[in-house]
């Protein structure tokens, strides 16, 4: 099974940026559907933005036109840029991924059994 390890998170004022990174452990990007999700103390873990194996991406629209998905099938590493971060992305941050997903229901976790450590993101005013 493939593995998932995720860096990147840290601690950042409001306003700033960060590049969250997910490594899998074999190549699976072009043939994956991964994505990042997120989750707060007491609530649940819910979709960020995710990626289709033609290339196809989602986003939730708490985060439309802030972050930005790419990925290096080369280093099989997918990332996830966060610009003009709020205090509400304050989460763990989750890298998932599994082979087959209904595209509607692509930002739902459950859908996923291959799931990273998690990197924190703290976003601070």
């Known amino acids: 099974q493939v593995q998932l390890v995720e860096s990147g998170g840290g601690s950042v004022q409001a306003g700033g940026s960060l590049r969250l990174s997910c490594t899998a452990s074999?190549?699976?990007?072009?043939?994956?559907?991964m994505g990042w999700f997120r989750q707060t103390p007491g609530k649940d873990r819910e979709g960020v933005a995710v990626?289709?194996?033609?290339?196809?991406?989602r986003y939730a629209d708490s985060v439309k036109g802030r972050f930005t998905l790419s990925q290096d099938n080369a280093v099989n590493t997918l990332y996830l840029q966060m610009n003009s971060l709020k205090l509400e992305d304050t989460a763990m941050y989750y890298c998932?991924?599994?082979?087959?997903?209904?595209?509607?229901?692509?930002?739902?976790?459950?859908?996923?059994?291959?799931w990273g450590q998690g990197t924190q993101v703290s976003v601070s005013s």
């Open positions: 998932a991924a599994d082979r087959s997903i209904n595209f509607w229901l692509l930002l739902r976790s459950t859908e996923y059994t291959t």
């Open positions: 074999r190549e699976t990007l072009s043939s994956t559907y």
């Open positions: 990626i289709t194996p033609d290339g196809k991406t």
